[in-house]
């Protein structure tokens, strides 16, 4: 295990793309810097493009009760009332994580409804996942889930959309088709799993500027930064123990 203290000196001059905070900061803005990236990750993971969203937890440090782990999702809500959720796992156990997804898309379904409202006012709901771990041996990118019949048919009409992404295996996209040829989700991607790097900045793409500029302005406000800093000390004594 490192030494707190050298775990504290590495980690105080920057932040990972995957830190929860950082996550956050790119996604809940109403400017549209933000707002083009949450609709290029929706758009480029469940096809639907909406033309507006509202951030259903715009704050950006939430309340913390007890000790449980804040919990740092975006939360969205289309012109059409369909909803999502965002959220990056860097960590964890991917069979424990896969059965907390499945419960937060439940949770979001049943919270639209009050006693007595009517089922056919419930709206599609899309839980989208990023995930630092190898999905399954398919090896795809973007990974989707909907409940089926024994006979792999779906089950109509599909109210629960999850979308797990894989971020390993966005360094054998890079290989296989080079940054200059990937999507900008795919460019996102490459960001959340490597950070900035001497090749990304070579990409004149507006996915890769927004973040860039996102994450400079994350460090230029003291209590953020310092939130985020202290975020991935946790998050690296939790990997380290």
Known sequence: MKPLEKIEETKQQKVSFQNDVLFKHFFIGMDEDSIFLRHTVIGLTTNI?????????????????????????IHLRDEEMREYNIEMQSQG???????RFQYYSAHM???????GDDYS?????HQITFFDHVIDDDHQLVNH??????????????MIHMYFISLPEINRI???KGLEHMNALELMCYL?????????????????????????????????WSFAVSHEIAE??????
């Open 49 to 73: 493009m909406p033309k507006r969203t509202e951030v259903c937890n715009p704050e950006m440090i939430p309340k913390q009760e007890g000790n449980k782990r804040i919990i740092m999702d």
């Open 93 to 99: 156990l991917l069979d424990t994580e896969f059965i």
């Open 109 to 115: 379904l049943v919270n639209q409804l009050q006693e």
């Open 121 to 125: 006012n419930l709206k599609v709901v």
């Open 145 to 158: 889930y909907v409940l089926m019949k024994s006979n792999g048919r779906k089950v109509q009409p599909v």
């Open 174 to 176: 890079e290989k296989e």
């Open 192 to 224: 959340f799993k490597n950070g900035i790097t001497s090749d990304i900045l070579k990409i004149d793409e507006r996915p890769v500027k927004v973040m860039i500029k996102k994450y400079e302005e994350l460090r230029k406000n003291k209590d953020l």
């Open 236 to 241: 690296c004594r939790d990997r380290n123990i």
